[in-house]
């Protein structure tokens, strides 16, 4: 038995000739596929409106502006391609392999308290506890902190009305 890789596995083992037959035949297939399919899309072609899009384009004669725009549009796209192309080369050149990116410096609990200003026995307990509510006034600034659990304790028949109040 050999232990020679199947041909299909090595390319490169093929001649043009048998990669040709092979690309043909695929294309054949593919589309013998998608004409088995033609019903089922034309079903959802036409339950989406495709009429209105032959009338407008067929009977009313839209493709004659399409075929007139073709051109405008080609190069509109060609235009849009090239300069991303070439902002990506831009960019690409000038990084040339260095990875340019940096994490920010780490923020300590002083940078913390002042900014939200808060002490740093309220950042501890915030820190510490499993859940947090923090309210803010109409400017973002913290007013009130809530550190524990953020359940309400349950609706029992005793406090049933309370708790609609």
């Given at each position: 038995m050999s232990r020679r890789p199947l041909i299909i596995q090595n390319a490169q083992l093929q001649t043009s000739r048998q990669r040709y037959?092979?690309?043909?035949?695929?294309?054949?297939?593919?589309?013998?596929?998608?004409y088995l399919w033609t019903p089922l899309i034309t079903l959802v072609a036409w339950l989406f409106g495709a009429e209105r899009f032959y009338?407008?384009?067929?009977?009313?004669?839209?493709?004659?502006?399409v075929k007139s725009l073709i051109g405008i549009f080609s190069l509109l796209i060609l235009g849009m391609g090239t300069v991303f192309g070439g902002w990506a080369?831009?960019?690409?050149?000038?990084v040339r392999?260095?990875?340019?990116?940096?994490?920010?410096?780490p923020v300590t609990?002083?940078?913390?308290?002042?900014?939200?200003?808060?002490?740093?026995?309220?950042?501890?307990i915030l820190r510490s506890?499993?859940?947090?509510?923090?309210?803010?006034?109409?400017?973002?600034?913290?007013?009130?902190?809530?550190?524990?659990?953020l359940l309400p304790p349950p609706i029992t028949p005793n406090n049933k009305a309370e708790a609609r109040d």
């Open positions: 037959a092979y690309a043909v035949l695929t294309l054949v297939f593919w589309v013998i596929w998608l009338d407008a384009m067929i009977v009313q004669g839209g493709i004659e502006l080369v831009y960019n690409r050149w000038l392999g260095r990875d340019k990116r940096r994490g920010s410096p609990d002083i940078e913390l308290c002042e900014h939200f200003q808060i002490t740093a026995e309220q950042l501890q506890s499993r859940h947090a509510v923090v309210a803010h006034n109409d400017d973002g600034n913290i007013s009130k902190l809530r550190a524990g659990t």
